[in-house]
């Protein structure tokens, strides 16, 4: 088990570029299939994409969000930015409000009865398109305040895929 203090910038690099870089890509697609099939009665294949949604979407609110390590492998994006400069992300984030990473929690991680109360409710259902959009700037704004030496081929590309990206961009419109 690796330590963040203990990596190497090469290191710190290499899981920016495959295992953040895996994360945001699989919740990107996986938001995309989830509006390609919007027309499709499969529920099996629309639970298959939202969970596929929420567990990259919850990984990736542990990075965001969390403010300390559950183990000491653990990555955060205190790691890479400065916390001062993390008030942006964790002051307005629909995410936080909306208890993304606890309704995570109870309707796909865990096994349990308060499942029983989500059954043909709202509660249930999830935002996925406001949820995309916050993953979305909370991304942008992290590429953009990594140090120059974090900044790969893939992150680049990342980059390029959540400006450019036509489907992403609507959902600023």
């Known amino acids: 088990m690796k330590e963040f203090d203990k990596l190497t910038i090469e290191e710190k690099k290499k899981f920016l570029e495959w295992t953040f870089y895996y994360e945001v890509t699989m919740l990107i697609y996986s938001y995309l299939k989830l509006i390609q099939i919007q027309i499709i009665n499969d529920n099996s294949e629309k639970n298959i994409a939202i969970e596929t949604f929420v567990l990259h979407g919850r990984n990736l609110f542990e990075f965001y969000f969390l403010k300390e390590r559950i183990k000491k492998d653990d990555a955060r994006i205190f790691d890479f930015i400065p916390i001062k400069n993390l008030n942006f992300i964790k002051d307005n984030s629909f995410l936080v409000e909306y208890e993304f990473k606890e309704k995570s929690n109870k309707q796909i991680a865990h096994l349990n009865y308060t ?9 249930k259902s999830w935002d996925i398109n406001r949820i995309m959009k916050e993953f979305i700037l909370i991304t942008k704004y992290f590429i953009e305040e990594l140090s120059k030496e974090y ?13 450019k990206n036509k489907y992403l961009n609507q959902l600023f419109v």
């Open 151 to 163: 900044k790969g081929e893939n992150i680049m590309f990342l980059k390029e895929l959540l400006n």
């Open 115 to 123: 499942r029983l109360e989500y059954e043909n409710t709202l509660k």
